[in-house]
């Protein structure tokens, strides 16, 4: 395992070794101070858990490092010599020394042992490779013996750790005594069917073999065969005794190895007399203390090993740990709040508590508690009762199994236990040493102390004491570098590049602060210690700009689409940057907090300017005689609309501030009184973008007169929302048709060739009769001047185009293929015969390049009107009734617009479609449950856009952007006030069927939530909290009481 460990005097180049293949960590980057502890841990390098453990046993016994220190370099040389070939250098105690040094008083978290076990003479391989720690520490001691040869530390191992034993044969026929003495650095001891360490000494140092019948003794005094009793006992014992426990033990039956993990119990403090050859001694010189234990976590082929040691110095600083809850492995609310208390957050997310779970017990829910308690997700729903109206208070319940014991009063007299775990050390209780009697996770080396050794005053709480004048120096000088190196690193991660914009170059425009001239100045930036206070920064400032006068003010800015946006102002001098949250990156506008260029800016995130773009419809009538007079310029004007001229429209891009009311913009707008703002529908500006290149018409929403008085926040402008103007003069214009709260532009002329068809939705019999050939009927839709009837075609020669609408497209198709009846209407067919929305010249019309119209039948056009009554409205309708009575004709009503459907459809499909169109914006009361709490936060309103989509997705997309959550992460339920309870809406997406391959999303505007405004919409976050969950508990006690 060590190589060439004995031959490190006799082999050259052996001591020269170097740390090639090792990855230091560079100077950017320093290691982390040591933590609360005030500890310091060791690397481990791949495989060395073994190594580390046995390392720091041997620093926490006081004595073993005070010798180690008391060998001078007059003895063992000097490390920087040892590549010199007259020098005598004894590598293996100068690095043992170091590292012992390093671990004592450099302030890291972590010691490296790459040069300890260079000097083992150790491959790259040898780290990553696990080996016996009871194997180690034999070999460790016999190389440091060898090593010390002919100095004054050449017996100190010898002094600590020897005994010896003496074992004895008495013959029961003439009384003769035969004794044999055995020299021991550690005791190995029998863990196979024995319940404690007590046990195994007694059968090894009490017990008497008998030698008797078959198994005789042959006796030298009496020189015959006689019977006789064999026994041992321990004749001297050393001051450090070292107890193996044998775990590892091998089955003949299956002719494999195994690992005991039976209740196998050791004391804290423990006499050795009953076990010793009888002496006048007192009783204080067997009695021993235990101070270390190493424990093997794992099987026989493979684990790991750290260490609890107590800190008989007291050099670090002890904290009481937090009590783990009691684990019962049968219970399953108690395995999860043992799971969370581990964590530092005392809070688990949903999605990782399986994980978790199997990590702990290593088994999965399904396997251990799925079967009796269901599964893991609706278990942890019930028991925490998260929309009852039951409210409980965690802070007075008391956590089973925790202790409020004082930080200073830890469980043995002083002495501190701590868990030296690699690179890790915590704090541990004394009686956490009793968890390590059975289980995989045990006992494997313990380490007894002599009581009567006693340390001296001075070496309490001094990691000094006895350590060399030059590794104490040595140390010195490495902590400076690595403070310089933690300074300078501070320094790199807290520097932060700000960018200053001043009041010089700007001036306020459309509710946004714009730059000064066609091409903007750069900016000044500024790199500056965040941790600096921001009375620092403005001082920075001043320096920067030596022309400033009067007051300065610095505001946090930010960019956005409309123009540069000022929010919090920095008023406290006395706080850091980071404190005040400036960050990498940030904004900064330097002017003197009131105005700027004489005009006051608006600031906060309500004043936030939105940049919409403002149409204008562009009639066009002076391009109409140029068309009528040259085809050819009738196919350029089609194209200017197109591309330069926006299809018709003029488009300006303008911005205002989020709190302008629309009066307020539309009198920045210049716009006289009797001018309409509409807005886009969005449902249908999607429609369109799907439709590929467009369409050839657009439908807005008039506002009402109400709205002007409502801010551009509170209307949902977002950034690039359209807003068009309807001057009074374009409302009768042929394209622009305004009909009560809606509008239609018709203001994209062009010349379409459509390959029309029917060989769909049509009777067998007039199938037969035409075929599956389709139909050509070239023509031209949208508005186009009836003088543009001929187009050069792309071959040659011209193309005899007619101008129709849909209407008269569809008249067209009917005579070509002999249909009649006024049940037809015109659909789109794409590429792969899929079939779109119906054509209508009352909605818009669409550019199709090349396409397929089909026919098809039962298509309904149903007009809504809504009761204007508020006791009726949310009544729902009543679909027994055949008709409206006299009483509901007095009331009064208004038309919200049209649906189409299919005459197919059922009641059902109706009425979620007229949700769908009529309340596509929802204003739903919200409230956020607190956590660890059966209790809400006050109740808020939010707008739901539910045109697009009105799937529980949806609502919970929108929440989740309004509280800056994951979607995956919300819980929600409805209110129902009539019954008293919540109704949860499910977390969970349809199946979709085999045989279907769409499958239609289910709306919240239907059965059986159908929402609406007012509706109340609980919130809660899937994150299982502690007091969650003893919350829980408390209810079912409460509930069985």
Same mark, same amino acid.
């Given at each position: ?55 720091? +046993? ?216 009953? *076990? ?43 904290? $009481? ?10 219970? $399953? ?121 006693? !340390? ?71 790199? *500056?210690?965040? !941790? ?5 920064? /403005? ?15 610095? +505001? ?84 200017? *609309? ?60 008039? *506002? ?6 409502? +801010? ?78 001929? /187009?050069? /075609? ?8 007619? +101008? ?148 529980? !997705? ?88």
């Amino acid at each position: 395992m060590f190589g060439n460990l004995f031959e490190e005097e006799e082999e050259e180049g052996f001591s020269s070794l170097s740390s090639k293949g090792r990855v230091v960590k560079g100077v950017d980057e320093p290691p982390p101070p040591r933590g609360k502890s005030n500890l310091c841990g060791i690397k481990n390098q791949g495989g060395t858990c073994y190594l580390n453990s046995l390392l720091q +046993t041997l620093l926490f016994t006081p004595e073993f490092r005070e010798a180690l220190f008391s060998l001078g370099q007059e003895e063992l040389g000097r490390l920087e010599d040892k590549d010199k070939p007259e020098a005598k250098v004894r590598v293996i105690p100068l690095e043992l020394q170091r590292l012992f040094a390093r671990l004592l008083l450099v302030d890291q978290q972590s010691a490296s042992t790459a040069d300890l076990t260079d000097s083992f003479g150790w491959n790259s391989s040898e780290g990553t490779n696990q080996h016996d720690v009871q194997e180690l520490n034999r070999i460790l001691f016999s190389a440091l013996e060898h090593s010390l040869v002919d100095t004054s530390g050449s017996a100190f191992i010898h002094r600590l750790y020897h005994g010896t034993i003496v074992n004895s044969i008495v013959c029961k026929e003439c009384g003769n005594v035969s004794q044999r003495q055995e020299d021991f650095l550690d005791l190995t001891v029998c863990v196979c069917g024995v319940l404690s360490l007590e046990e195994a000494l007694w059968n090894m140092f009490v017990e008497e073999e008998l030698f008797e019948g078959n198994n005789l003794y042959r006796c030298a005094q009496c020189d015959r065969l006689v019977t006789a009793a064999k026994s041992a006992k321990l004749r001297k014992l050393p001051p450090f005794m070292t107890v193996s426990l044998l775990r590892f033990s091998f089955d003949f039956a299956k002719f494999e190895r195994y690992k005991e993990t039976g209740r196998y119990t050791f004391p804290l403090s423990i006499n050795l007399r009953p *076990f010793c050859e009888p002496t006048d001694a007192e009783d204080s010189d067997y009695s021993y203390e235990l101070f270390s234990v190493i424990i093997h976590k794992g099987g026989c082929y493979g684990g790991h090993y750290h260490a609890y040691i107590r800190d008989i110095d007291e050099l670090g600083q002890w904290e $009481p740990p937090v009590h783990e809850p009691k684990l019962q492995e049968d219970d $399953p609310l108690s395995i999860l709040m043992a799971i969370i208390s581990q964590e530092s957050s005392k809070s688990v997310l949903l999605d990782q508590l399986g994980q978790k779970l199997m990590d702990k017990i290593g088994s999965s829910w399904s396997k251990k508690f799925r079967k009796q308690y269901g599964p893991i997700g609706k278990v942890i729903l019930k028991c925490l009762l998260m929309f009852s109206d039951l409210t409980l208070k965690s802070s007075n319940f008391i956590f089973p199994d925790q202790h409020n014991e004082p930080p200073t009063a830890p469980d043995g007299g002083g002495s501190h236990w701590f868990d030296l775990n690699d690179s890790t050390v915590t704090s541990i209780r004394e009686s956490d040493i009793e968890k390590q009697f059975q289980g995989k996770e045990s006992a494997y080396m313990l380490f007894y102390r002599k009581t009567q050794l006693h !340390r001296p005053a001075e070496a309490r709480n001094n990691p000094q004491y006895k350590v060399p004048t030059h590794l104490v120096q040595r140390a010195q000088e490495e902590n400076v570098k690595l403070q310089e190196m933690r300074e300078k690193c501070e320094a790199t991660n807290n520097t932060v590049e700000l960018c200053l914009h001043l009041a010089s170059s700007y001036r306020l425009e459309n509710g946004a602060l714009q730059p000064v001239g066609k091409e903007p100045s750069e900016n000044p930036a500024l790199s *500056f210690d965040r !941790r600096k206070t921001v009375g620092d920064l /403005r001082l920075a400032i001043y320096q920067m700009q030596e022309l400033w006068e009067g007051d300065m003010a610095l +505001t946090v800015a930010k960019s956005l689409p409309a123009g540069l946006h000022l929010y919090n102002t920095l008023t406290d001098d006395n706080i850091s940057l980071n404190s005040a949250g400036i960050y990498n990156n940030t904004d900064l506008f330097v002017w003197n907090g009131r105005d700027v260029c004489g005009a006051t800016v608006l600031t906060g995130a309500e004043w936030e300017p939105v940049l919409l773009t403002v149409v204008r419809p562009f009639l066009g009538e002076d391009a109409e005689p140029a068309a009528a007079e040259d085809p050819d310029a009738c196919e350029e004007s089609g194209a200017a *609309f197109q591309n330069g001229g926006e299809s018709g429209l003029k488009k300006e891009a303008r911005g205002f501030a989020g709190g302008s009311t629309l009066g307020e913009v539309k009198e920045a707008l210049g716009e006289p009184k009797e001018s309409l703002l509409c807005q886009e529908h969005r449902a249908g500006r999607r429609r369109e973008e799907g439709a590929g290149e467009g369409g050839g018409a657009s439908g807005w929403r008039v *506002f009402p007169p109400d709205d002007m008085q409502r +801010t551009l926040k509170e209307l949902s402008l977002r950034d690039g929302d359209a807003l068009l103007v309807l001057e009074p003069q374009s409302f009768d214009s042929r394209s622009v048709r305004c009909d009560g709260h809606e509008a239609v532009l018709c203001t994209r002329p062009f010349f379409v060739n459509v390959l029309l068809t029917c060989v769909q939705h049509v009777h067998p019999e007039r199938r037969r009769r035409h075929g599956d050939d389709a139909v050509g009927l070239p023509l031209a839709a949208g508005g186009v001047s009836p003088s543009c009837e001929r /187009r050069r /075609r792309r071959g040659g020669g011209e193309e005899e185009i007619k +101008t129709m609408f849909f209407s008269q497209c569809l008249k067209a198709m009917l005579e070509a293929v002999g249909l009649d009846g006024s049940c037809w209407h015109l659909r789109k067919l794409d590429w792969c015969e899929e079939v779109g929305e119906p054509l209508m010249d009352e909605l818009c019309l669409y550019l199709i390049t090349f396409g397929y119209l089909c026919l098809s039948q039962g298509f309904l056009t149903l007009t809504v009107w809504l009761h204007q009554d508020p006791k009726t409205i949310t009544a729902g309708f009543n679909h027994t009734d055949n008709g409206p009575t006299g009483e509901q004709m007095s009331l009064s009503l208004r038309s919200v617009g049209q649906v189409e459907i299919s005459d197919e459809a059922t009641l059902e499909d109706l009425k979620t479609q007229v949700h769908s169109n009529v309340w596509s914006e929802v204003l739903l009361n919200i409230k956020m449950g607190v956590p660890g709490e059966k209790s809400y936060y006050p109740a808020e309103e939010i707008v739901w856009d539910a045109s697009h989509d009105s799937s529980p !997705r949806s609502l919970r997309s929108c929440l989740a952007a309004h509280y800056g959550l994951s979607p995956d992460s919300l819980l929600l339920a409805k209110h129902q006030p009539d019954k008293y309870t919540w109704e949860e809406i499910s977390n969970w997406t349809q199946q979709v069927s085999k045989k279907k391959k769409k499958k239609k999303a289910e709306s919240l505007l239907g059965a059986p939530f159908h929402l609406k405004d007012g509706d109340m919409i609980g919130i809660k976050v899937l994150i299982m909290s502690l007091f969650d969950l003893y919350i829980a508990v408390l209810s079912q006690l409460e509930l069985a009481l």
